[in-house]
């Protein structure tokens, strides 16, 4: 069984500020720095350092030579990465005195994924493998729809939320993680039980997992509800939290755990990247979430 995570890689511009830029003001920051993120890359840094097989799919643009290879180094699979001369893709972050975080995206080489990219890639993944996916890059309902056709495992992470989601087709999909505001805006609903009503009643085969920060997860299958709730810590960016969540989940159903197991090694995989700057040099270790687990319930 194999991963391919087809997604973004991002040069992250990271502001701490006292709080959030309103319109009309300016604002200077307390520091700046520049780091490696994007979902995809987060994603896929996740995945390897939980102990996952991953291989990363996106395109590779102007002064982001660098973003490929921390995932190297990180010991993800670059060979399905293309060269673009469009700028890198790249985010501007606030990040306020709370730790809690907005982000301005921009799209750049992240958007000049190929249709022959996706076919050409995809044609050396099969049944049962596992396909992660967020809404980072173009071609996101072709790439579903050709994963779907070898009978891959898609799990869609749809954020950022617009109107691109509208395109790809949710009945192919094996698992869709999000947080809060996106089961919301996909549902109508901000009760994530109701939200899995809905999203179940269209889409049968669907599982939905919802991150709900401070409170936990929960999640949701045709064999029952799930929940875990979060472990306590001093937050100082939440930039990669769900992301680091992602990927541990993943690795951890990829290993054949308990959908509870999986939950709670993800959280506190999450709960320890808060509790550090930056998105993708946040996430931790493998062993160091076992040894955090130690003893806890």
Request: one cysteine or more; charged letters at 20%.
């Amino acid at each position: 069984m194999k991963v391919l995570n087809f997604g973004s890689l991002n040069l992250d511009y990271v502001y701490r500020v006292e709080h959030f830029v309103q319109p009309g003001e300016t604002l200077s920051a307390m520091s700046q720095a520049v780091n490696p993120g994007g979902k995809g890359l987060n994603q896929s840094i996740a995945l390897a350092k939980a102990g996952a097989v991953v291989s990363h799919a996106g395109c590779l643009g102007l002064g982001g030579e660098a973003l490929g290879e921390l995932l190297q180094k990180s010991g993800v699979d670059t060979g399905f990465l293309h060269f673009t001369d469009s700028i890198q893709g790249n985010a501007v972050i606030q990040v306020n005195a709370e730790g809690q975080n907005c982000i301005l995206l921009f799209g750049g080489s992240n958007h000049c994924v190929t249709d022959t990219q996706v076919t050409e890639t995809l044609a050396h993944f099969a049944e049962g493998d596992y396909l992660v996916l967020q809404n980072e890059i173009n071609h996101l309902p072709l790439i579903v729809d050709e994963a779907y056709r070898r009978g891959m495992k898609i799990v869609l992470n749809p954020s950022p939320y617009n109107e691109k989601l509208r395109a790809v087709d949710f009945g192919k999909l094996h698992w869709l993680l999000v947080n809060e505001v996106e089961a919301a805006q996909l549902s109508g609903s901000k009760e994530p039980e109701a939200a899995w009503r809905k999203l179940h009643e269209q889409y049968p085969r669907l599982n939905l997992l919802v991150t709900l920060g401070s409170e936990g997860s929960v999640a949701f299958t045709v064999k029952g509800t799930v929940r875990q709730a979060a472990f306590p810590v001093k937050a100082v960016d939440t930039t990669a939290a769900g992301d680091t969540f992602t990927g541990y989940f993943i690795a951890g159903l990829m290993e054949g755990r308990s959908l509870q197991d999986c939950m709670r090694r993800a959280s506190m995989a999450s709960a320890i990247s808060v509790t550090r700057t930056g998105a993708a040099t946040s996430i931790p270790e493998r062993e160091e979430v076992e040894k955090a687990l130690e003893g806890r319930t």
